[in-house]
């Protein structure tokens, strides 16, 4: 009994001892020194993204109207052309022929045309002498109907000829880029009966993008600007972005709003116009339309870099005046410059937020805060 009892009072100091190390491991842990800053206020323009792909202001498909073997391809597949430049010839020659031959008819129309108006000129004369009878002159007068319909009847056959001649070189009908050929040299084409694509131009020297807002978004817009005229609701200086991160923005400008809203979808359309003079753009790309709509003034700002996200929603670090970092979520808004985010609510602009390192602190943790100024956040991020 006496040995039990000594074991026991001689492991209490022993653990006395580890408590006292512990404390004192504790109180020589250093504070971690961590950067801080306060947001950024200015006035702001407020935005929405809306997705929506370019077209070109014009796409014509290049047509063979007429029967024959393609004889010639005169342009590079996919290289811009210029108004009236040739793109395609069909075997002209039975056209020509054609042609030809109603030029033939048609003189020969003319000059019976010409015989019978002098010889019914010659039985308006003689009727009056009774040389000739007056079924005479009439039939003579018939002629000369006749002979003006035939004649009318062959200019027609050689405007159709001409036509058809017409038709055996293909133009292009605007400035534009045209598609890689979809017949080759030596085919035959039958376009007489049914038109038959040979390429695809595209006017691109000019570009659309269309997109559709909501109805509600557009309410909104309305009382954002507080007006109910449509022409002045939204500006017409606009910027379109190409690629889903939008890496490259582009000037454009509103030039179509729709009438009404359709019904099926409670969507209103726009559309934005973008120069392309040199045809770097394409049609079908897709791209971000960034709309404004209104001004906040004195909007909160911080890095989008600083901004945590967990299960809860979007989130901030914030230090207290006991320099403590506070876990605190927010209401992020629109980016602004790629690289600030408006905080809608979550954060005062007096207040402290942790700018880097999110993943080295925590909640009730005790730093040393380092303020740093906006430009080096901007910077480092």
Same mark, same amino acid.
């Given at each position: ?20 190390? =512990?404390?004192? !491991? ?14 950024? *206020?200015?006035?702001? &323009?407020?935005? =929405? ?16 109207? +007429? ?7 005169? $342009?590079?597949?996919?290289?811009? +052309? ?16 054609? *042609? ?7 003189? &020969? ?41 035939? +004649? ?19 133009? !292009? ?13 030596? %085919? ?7 038109? +038959?694509?040979?390429?695809?131009? $595209? ?6 993008? $269309?997109?559709?807002? &909501? ?17 002045? &609701? ?25 009438? /009404? ?44 870099? %600083? ?8 989130? *901030? $670090?914030? *230090? /207290?005046? %006991? ?20 905080? =809608? ?34 910077? /480092?991020?």
């Amino acid at each position: 009994m006496k040995n039990e009892m000594y074991i026991i009072l001689t492991l209490i100091p022993l653990l006395a001892g580890c408590g006292d190390k =512990k404390e004192a !491991a504790r109180g020589t842990m250093p504070v971690p020194e961590i950067s801080v800053a306060s947001p950024v *206020v200015k006035d702001i &323009t407020l935005t =929405k993204e809306y997705p929506g792909y370019l077209s070109s202001e014009k796409t014509v498909d290049l047509v063979a109207r +007429v029967n024959g073997t393609l004889q010639t391809i005169a $342009y590079a597949p996919g290289s811009r +052309v210029r108004k009236g430049q040739v793109l395609f010839v069909i075997e002209p020659t039975i056209y020509q022929d054609n *042609v030809e031959q109603a030029e033939a008819e048609l003189n &020969t129309a003319r000059a019976n045309l010409e015989y019978a108006q002098n010889n019914y000129a010659r039985m308006l004369e003689a009727v009056k002498s009774d040389a000739v009878s007056q079924i005479q002159v009439l039939q003579s007068k018939s002629n000369v109907a006749t002979s003006q319909a035939a +004649v009318s009847n062959a200019e027609a056959a050689l405007n159709t000829a001409r036509t058809n001649l017409g038709y055996c070189t293909v133009r !292009a009908p605007f400035d534009g880029t045209v598609s890689r050929n979809q017949v080759d040299v030596g %085919s035959y084409v039958g376009g007489s009966l049914q038109p +038959v694509t040979l390429a695809t131009i $595209y006017k691109d020297d000019l570009l659309y993008t $269309y997109f559709n807002i &909501t109805d509600n978004q557009w309410l909104a817009m309305l009382m954002q600007q507080g007006t109910a005229q449509q022409k002045d &609701t939204l500006p017409r200086q606009i910027t379109v972005n190409l690629g889903e991160d939008g890496i490259q923005p582009y000037p454009a400008t509103l030039d179509y709003f729709a009438p /009404n809203v359709d019904l099926s979808t409670g969507t209103l359309n726009l559309r934005a116009r973008l120069d392309n003079p040199k045809g770097l753009l394409k049609s079908g790309l897709y791209v971000s339309i960034t709309l404004p709509y209104g001004k906040e003034s004195q909007a909160i700002l911080i890095p989008d870099a %600083s901004i945590g996200t967990d299960q809860l929603g979007k989130y *901030v $670090y914030v *230090v /207290n005046d %006991s320099d403590m970092v506070r876990y605190r979520h927010i209401e992020p808004g629109q980016l602004v410059n790629d690289t600030l985010r408006q905080i =809608k609510s979550g954060l005062s602009a007096k207040e402290q937020y942790v700018t880097t390192a999110l993943m080295k602190v925590r909640d009730g943790m005790k730093i040393k805060p380092i303020s740093v100024n906006h430009e080096s956040q901007t910077s /480092n991020h």
